[in-house]
């Protein structure tokens, strides 16, 4: 509408800086659109933008306020309660972000970003009862959300439920084949249940759904090892290292399986590489018994004295 020009050719100017990455600019331009009239619905737009541009310049606090000037103007608005939970959730304030999701869920109980991030919330705090009621819901209002399949098959693996696991990861990966992490899950669900076979099979098809995971390739490391065919543990750290040259585990994984062929110079080779590109591994191989029969040879000696923290 003509009588929204002036307000609506800041939002223009303002939209252009944020996506060229001109935060502060972006942030300038939006505060003139408010300076003009417009409808109560692209006012509450305009504060949402503010409120995204203060947390992108880690300015929480800032973008809490930002949200609270929404509620304080236009009433009970999901997202800016949604927007107030997950500024607190950032901060590591539990309360408060559980408080606020649950605000915005009582205005709209299908919301779905509030229903997954307060499941997650949950998750992460250990809440295990929680999270699984919340994803749960998330999955009754959406159905075809396979994150949430794929988080709650993750907790139920989590807590040895294998089944279970396996269940709800099929699902999601029956939603979107092509969600590496459900495959990759689905692997370590059936390794739980001494399922070799479709472990294997379920840890290739998530590295053919994405090379640069390198839990995938350690996964595969391990189980290989486990079966004692250090040759395909070899082969497959190889394939990861040539995939992620900046993996320190991976690195350090293919350090042991050397140590286990009797390569000596190509296993501390790799510890040193390992300890370059993070320092902490020296303090682990302390206590690994791999490393238990070479505890006084020169070269580890050298390079764990050079990393020990």
Known sequence: MEKFRRSNNYINIANSFYINKDLEK????????LNFENSQ???????????????????????????????EKFGK????????????????????????????????STFRDALFFLADLYDRKGKVEEAVLYY????????????????????????SRYKDAIEFLKKSIEINPNYYLSVFNLGIAYKGLNDYNNAEKYYLTALELNLQESNIYLNLSALYIENEEYEKSYNILNKGIENIPTSANLFYNR????????????????LEISCELNPRIADYSLIDQDFDSYRKDKRYLDIINRYLK
């Open 41 to 71: 619905d692209e006012y509450i737009n305009i504060y949402l933008n503010i409120a995204q541009i203060y947390f992108e310049l880690d300015k929480k606090y800032k973008a809490i306020e930002t949200y609270e000037i929404i509620l």
């Open 77 to 108: 608005i999901k997202e800016a309660y949604y927007g107030i939970a997950v500024m607190y959730d950032y901060l590591d304030k539990f309360t408060e972000a559980e408080k606020y999701y649950l605000e915005s869920l009582k205005i709209d």
């Open 26 to 33: 972006a942030l300038k331009y939006y505060f003139k659109a």
């Open 255 to 270: 350090s042991c399986v050397n140590l286990k062929f009797k390569k000596v110079d190509e296993a501390m080779d790799d």
């Open 136 to 159: 749960k819901k998330t999955i009754e209002k959406h159905p075809e959300d396979y994150m949430a399949y794929n988080n709650l098959g993750s907790i139920f693996e989590q807590n």
